[in-house]
């Protein structure tokens, strides 16, 4: 299935619509955060441990569902994204959780996980959906993370005024050199696509302004050309 998904992207690359190539390009960089995602989602039930019955009850209810979610992302495996989302024969899937415990943490929780399985099963209207519902309220790592797939998915659906809001909203939000920097040269990319390259502009300015320690490490360990070549760009 991987193998098919990449020649899918590899055809799809190969179109000459820009704004096409565009979306490609989007979705491609942001499959790169989900590892980022699952290291957030950890750390969202780390720093905030569950109370009560209900939420208790919500947490391990989930349990099985998070794990059918990280075999699905890491194998690349569509069945298994399915059964995180539905549910098996005994255990519920995310979208049970996120109903049933709709007041709890693991239930809004759940609408993240629903979220990004829908957007990898390339359902991109109920991905939208689920993310929107999702609200980490002071978090700065999974709320950023969730408002840059929305904004991902906003792009590929060609929503792309929608979709630089809510990459310039995360990358506000997280203000950190881990997630930041990618959001808004995406949404400087999706600027420039419109035409809009003072706009762009700006937001690229900002990176190279305030992530310089992302810059040295993507351009000495991933090959990273320098946010410099945007500005340049843009002028």
């Known amino acids: 299935m991987a193998d098919t998904k990449l020649n899918q992207r590899a055809a799809k690359s190969e179109a000459p619509n820009q704004n096409e190539a565009f979306i490609l390009k989007y979705k491609n960089a942001i499959i790169g955060c989900v590892a980022v995602i699952l290291i957030a ?7 905030n441990s569950f ?6 009850e919500a947490s391990t209810a989930m349990a099985k569902a998070q794990e059918y979610f ?9 069945d298994m994204l399915s059964l995180a989302l539905n549910g098996d024969s005994t255990n519920a899937g995310f979208l049970a959780v996120a109903e049933d415990y709709s007041s709890t943490k693991a239930g809004n929780l759940a609408n993240l996980y629903a979220g990004i399985c829908f ?3 390339d359902s991109m209207n109920m991905a939208g959906e689920y993310l ?3 609200d980490a309220k002071d978090d700065q790592m999974v709320s950023p993370l969730a408002l840059g797939r929305l904004g991902n998915i906003k792009a590929a659906q060609g929503k792309l005024d929608e979709a630089v809001e809510l990459l310039v909203k995360g990358a506000n939000k997280a203000d950190n050199n881990t997630v930041s920097p990618l959001l808004l040269i995406q949404a400087g990319e999706i600027l420039e696509s419109q035409g809009k390259k003072e706009e762009a502009l700006k937001l690229y300015q900002q990176v190279k302004d305030n992530y310089y320690e992302w810059q040295q490490y993507n351009q000495y360990m991933q090959g990273f050309n320098g946010i410099d070549n945007y500005i340049e760009r843009c002028k």
Do not use: P, W
């Not at 109370?51 to 208790?56: E, P």
């Open 41 to 47: 989602v950890a750390g969202y039930f780390v720093y």
């Open 51 to 56: 109370t009560g019955n209900k939420q208790t």
């Open 70 to 78: 990280q075999m699905g992302i890491m194998n690349d495996d569509a």
């Open 119 to 121: 957007a990898e099963l």
């Open 132 to 134: 929107a519902k999702f």
